[in-house]
């Protein structure tokens, strides 16, 4: 029984190792392979706690290539400002220059009857030309500061020599209207007589000179055309020199 037990197992061994029948005859044999697959590796958390520095490998330093710049101009980018819309052109008034500070004359109109009662006359005067003084009769007056000879004085009617001729006429003298009476002698001027007034007095006045006649009489008349009549409560009394 014992060679028939040894010669079974032998049987049974060999028939182990043949190789299987597939399905269509062929008998396919399996390669080994020269390296076993490892099973999957679980994830593994570092613990912070138990890493040294000699456990950490140190990071391998590479150098990096050097950058290169080019030279390019540099410009400036402006943002564009909206444009305002333009203010119109102002109209400014013509400038006034500054008028002089004139000064006054008050006096007893010379037409007492034909002026009504409580009035004297007034005129304006530039004080840079004229300045208030006497005339040879001893009347207030004013004098030309650079035409000695010419002078404005209250003046009444009087004679004159009979080689002298009178040239009369009537006109304004600015808002005043005057009688104008032009006194020659041997066709040279020798005098004017200005007789007006406002309606409430009515005065005259005498320019008298002996050169410079025309400049004389312009600025004469500058003064006569402020004539105007005032309250003699009003009135400035007169400041002799």
């Given at each position: 029984?014992?060679?028939?037990?040894i010669g079974?197992?032998?049987?049974?061994?060999?028939?182990?190792?043949?190789?299987?029948?597939?399905?269509?005859?062929?008998?396919?044999?399996?390669a080994?392979?020269?390296?076993?697959?490892?099973?999957?590796l679980?994830?593994?958390?570092?613990?912070?706690?138990t890493?040294?520095p000699?456990?950490?490998?140190?990071?391998?330093?590479?150098?990096?290539?050097?950058?290169?710049?080019?030279?390019?101009p540099?410009?400036?980018?402006?943002?564009?400002?909206?444009?305002?819309?333009?203010?119109?052109?102002?109209?400014l008034?013509?400038?006034?220059?500054?008028?002089?500070t004139?000064?006054?004359?008050?006096?007893v109109p010379?037409?007492?009857?034909?002026?009504?009662?409580?009035?004297?006359?007034?005129?304006r005067?530039?004080?840079?030309?004229?300045?208030?003084?006497?005339?040879?009769f001893g009347?207030?007056?004013?004098?030309?500061?650079?035409?000695?000879?010419?002078?404005?004085s209250?003046?009444?009617?009087?004679?004159?020599p009979?080689?002298?001729?009178?040239v009369?006429e009537?006109?304004?003298v600015?808002?005043?209207?005057y009688?104008?009476?032009?006194?020659?002698?041997?066709?040279?001027?020798q005098?004017?007589?200005?007789?007006?007034?406002?309606?409430?007095?009515?005065?005259a006045?005498?320019?008298?000179?002996q050169?410079?006649?025309?400049?004389?009489?312009?600025?004469?008349?500058?003064?006569?055309?402020?004539?105007?009549s005032?309250?003699?409560?009003?009135?400035?009394?007169?400041?002799?020199?």
């Open positions: 029984m014992r060679p028939f037990a079974l197992l032998v049987i049974l061994f060999l028939t182990s190792c043949a190789p299987q029948p597939q399905s269509n005859g062929a008998v396919v044999q399996t080994p392979t020269s390296q076993s697959v490892s099973p999957a679980a994830p593994q958390t570092l613990d912070t706690a890493t040294t000699s456990d950490t490998p140190e990071p391998a330093f590479t150098s990096s290539p050097t950058a290169t710049f080019t030279s390019e540099f410009a400036l980018q402006f943002t564009p400002v909206p444009t305002e819309t333009a203010l119109p052109t102002l109209e008034p013509t400038q006034v220059p500054n008028q002089k004139l000064q006054i004359w008050d006096g010379t037409y007492l009857a034909d002026s009504q009662p409580g009035f004297d006359f007034r005129v005067f530039d004080p840079d030309v004229w300045a208030l003084t006497t005339d040879q009347f207030p007056a004013l004098g030309h500061r650079s035409i000695p000879t010419c002078i404005i209250p003046a009444s009617g009087r004679g004159l009979p080689n002298v001729t009178v009369q009537v006109r304004k600015g808002t005043v209207r009688q104008i009476s032009t006194a020659y002698l041997n066709d040279v001027k005098f004017v007589n200005y007789t007006g007034g406002d309606g409430t007095i009515l005065t006045f005498q320019v008298s000179f050169d410079q006649a025309d400049q004389c009489i312009s600025d004469a008349e500058t003064v006569l055309a402020t004539l105007t005032v309250p003699v409560s009003q009135a400035t009394p007169t400041a002799m020199p």
